[in-house]
């Protein structure tokens, strides 16, 4: 995308591996389709990372961002400081 979207969906995400599947679905299956989805990942300890990887390589609007370990607080802010879109959604990872 060159131009900026619409919307920016902001996710921090940390073990999220159980339910992150169906969270990034959930937002790319939307029939509203001008959107980035800027994913902040802060250093898991599960699988959550082949999880982002697997869904960034299928569709170019997921962003994979890496966090600075400073929580949901520090990751939502980054994910913000981010972002393109003229609006900004937040979405939980679970």
């Known amino acids: 995308m060159n131009r900026s979207p619409e919307i920016s969906v ?3 995400v940390y ?5 992150l599947k169906e969270a990034i679905e959930s937002i ?4 509203f389709k001008d959107f980035e989805f800027l994913i ?3 250093e898991s300890t599960d699988g959550t990372l082949s999880i982002i990887q697997e869904f960034q390589g299928q569709d170019v609007r997921v962003v994979l961002i890496n966090g600075d370990k400073e929580g949901i607080s520090g990751a939502l802010n980054k994910g913000i400081e981010k972002a393109r879109g003229k609006y900004i959604a937040r979405l939980d990872a679970d």
């Open 10 to 12: 902001v996710m921090p």
């Open 15 to 19: 073990n999220g591996e159980k339910f």
């Open 28 to 31: 790319l299956n939307q029939t």
């Open 40 to 42: 902040i990942y802060d």
